[in-house]
RNA sequence: GCCCCCAUCGUCCAGCGGCCUAGGACGCCGGCCUUUCACGCCGGUAACACGGGUUCGAAUCCCGUUGGGGGUGCCA
């Protein structure tokens, strides 16, 4: 029998980065081990039974490129099932009524109204090996009796979990590891049942800064956030499969296809892992930089079609110039933005830092722009002239190229960083609008 | 409080009793290249939490301590 696997999302309305983690787990084991990639959504709770919430999930799976082989199962349209059970674990003594306060009520069928709770038993000691954090135990003395179905006639969480585990033939249970102190409960419930008890794989959780787990309230956890920033799939898929796994190889940054073919649910760690915003934009960057022209132009489109420009002072020749000069330097899609907008802006804003660093505090900057206005009202209106342009004036001032043309950078583009300035000037913008450009930082200087 | 889990560079991952004077990656620092730079290349910084065992030998096994986290709902 090949191994079956679920990933169980509760519908929020966004897909969680640790939930999306624990989607990305499953599906590798899955197709690590060709087995079966169940989608189940976990909506027994009223309030989450809403398609909207669930379309959201589902969106940002799709985005990410984790399809799913079965479901998406709803926990919400097995509540006969669910009610089938509780009845016969009320039925055997194994679960009890209860009013509002916890108490007691006499009675071996589902009343409207009262809730269940399964019985604690006395005194066991409820066992498991963990793939990844070997034997787990716990003592029932510990554990009280909980609730398996609410008054308002649902089921709980774990009752459906498990019922739902069972019936779906799941064999590997891997998750978060918030859901560890959980196990014991499941599994009572489950032999109660007579069902078999999947393996269990608790995952280490993705913590923030201080090492707490990430919550939606301090931390960006929303993958539609990642997606908006300008984050690849292929990126954020391949830095999530690094935190609590790793390659053997030691060769991080690759495709989803490879790390299937390297990935073993055993080899995950048990430490909790910070989500690293540095170590993922610099993966990003690697993916984005491995894209072919086409493919960059298709992707980065989004963020062009939303920049500051009016929309008819895009030039996709002059882009399309530029492309390769961008590509290796972005980091997010976002990026692309502040790299060319001066090519499509009339007026391009200066960067305040920017002008601080070259303008007021670096060297000559008055003397660079009135040489640089001379030399390139005259100079061949190409880059390598406009370079040379450039260089003299740097020259007669005593100044490197990478230092005389600074000044001119910011100028021109408003900021100290961009793409190659002399292909930009003469390769896609007009002399004139150059020249105005240096009168006009010179008039403010 | 009680229960459970965890503990290698700042961070992520490797290491599963000798190959470790602990390796890779991100970051950081320095240099090179150079037309800025968020590309590339070279070099550097930096860790086995602590204390006991076990063993010829421990980052690796055991116990304890400390520290951290998770759970403890008629949420999932």
């Not at 960083?417 to 913008?429: D, I, R």
């Amino acid at each position: 029998m090949t191994d079956r696997v679920r990933f169980a999302p509760s519908p929020t309305g966004y897909l969680h980065v640790g939930s999306a983690r624990t989607a990305l787990f499953n599906w590798l084991h899955a197709r690590a081990t060709r087995g079966t990639y169940v989608l189940r959504i976990e909506d027994t709770d009223a309030e989450r039974n809403r398609p909207e919430l669930t379309r959201a999930l589902l969106d940002e799976l799709e985005w990410l490129g984790l399809d799913w082989d079965e479901g998406p199962h709803f926990q919400s349209e097995r509540r006969d099932r669910h009610r089938e059970v509780v009845e016969d674990l009320l039925d055997r003594g194994l679960a009890y009524l209860c009013d509002a306060d916890n108490a007691e009520v006499a009675g071996t069928s589902l009343v409207d109204g009262l809730a269940v709770r399964f019985r604690m038993p006395d005194d066991r000691t409820v066992a498991f090996d963990d793939v990844v954090r070997g034997n787990v135990s716990f003592d029932t003395a510990d554990l009280e009796d909980f609730v398996v179905w609410r008054s308002n006639g649902t089921p709980m969480f774990l009752l459906a979990n498990a019922v739902d585990d069972a019936d779906m033939g799941i064999t590997h249970a891997i998750r978060g590891e918030d859901l560890l102190s959980g196990v014991p409960k499941v599994l009572l419930l489950l032999d109660a049942i007579g069902a078999p008890r999947p393996t269990y794989a608790h995952l280490p959780l993705l913590v923030n800064a201080s090492r707490q787990k990430l919550s939606k309230r301090r931390d960006d956890v929303a993958m539609a956030d990642f997606r908006e920033r300008g984050y690849l799939p292929e990126a954020m898929v391949n830095y999530l499969a690094l935190l609590g796994w790793g390659p053997p190889d030691d060769i991080e940054v690759r495709p989803l296809e490879e790390i299937v073919e390297l990935f073993r649910i055993e080899d995950v760690n048990k430490a909790a892992a910070f989500f690293d915003l540095r170590k993922l934009e610099h993966v990003n960057a690697s993916h984005l930089r491995g894209l072919d022209k086409a493919t960059f132009v298709e992707r980065v489109q989004p963020w062009l079609d939303e920049a500051p420009w009016a929309p008819e002072a895009f030039d996709a020749g002059v882009f399309d110039r530029m492309v390769d000069l961008v590509q290796e330097k972005l980091r997010t899609l976002a990026d692309v933005v502040r790299f060319v907008d001066f090519l499509f802006l009339e007026e391009p804003a200066d960067d305040p830092e920017s002008w601080q660093k070259v303008m007021v505090d670096g060297p000559s900057a008055a003397e660079v722009l009135d040489g640089a206005a001379a030399a390139l009202a005259g100079c061949p209106w190409e880059s390598e002239a406009v370079k040379d342009a450039v260089a003299e004036v740097g020259e007669a001032l005593d100044l490197r190229l990478g230092k005389a043309q600074a000044p001119v950078r910011v100028a021109v583009t408003g900021r100290t960083v961009g793409p190659p300035l002399f292909e930009a000037m003469a390769e896609c913008m007009e002399r004139d609008e150059v020249l105005r450009r240096i009168a006009r930082a010179r008039a403010r200087l």
